[in-house]
């Protein structure tokens, strides 16, 4: 069971590490990722953001862990692209 558990959390760091999303600098302000639980603390009205997909993809395929699908949809299902209009 421990080694269940220990190679399920190098799985979780590892992931995180290489996540399919990145902050941006946009006009010299650093904008963050965001998801579901901290849109209202990261989101920007005049930022434009995109689904990361491989974020999507990787929580379904990991949500037996329960860790990881918490993370890619809760804080880094969304990465800012550019400005609006």
């Known amino acids: 069971m421990k080694k269940i ?3 399920l959390l190098m799985v979780f760091f590892v992931l995180t590490m290489v996540s399919c ?3 941006k600098v946009i006009d010299g302000k650093k904008y963050k990722t965001y998801g579901l639980i901290n849109k209202d603390d990261e989101k920007d009205p005049d930022i434009e ?3 990361v997909v491989g974020n999507l993809v990787w ?3 990991l949500v037996e862990t329960i860790v990881a ?3 890619f949809f809760g ?3 969304y990465e800012p692209v550019g400005k609006k209009g």
Do not use: A, K, Q
Request: hydrophobic share 40%; net charge negative; charged share 10%.
């Open 69 to 71: 699908p918490v993370y």
């Open 5 to 7: 558990i220990t190679v």
């Open 59 to 61: 929580g379904c395929l």
């Open 75 to 77: 804080f880094d299902l």
């Open 49 to 51: 953001y995109e689904l």
């Open 21 to 23: 999303s990145s902050n």
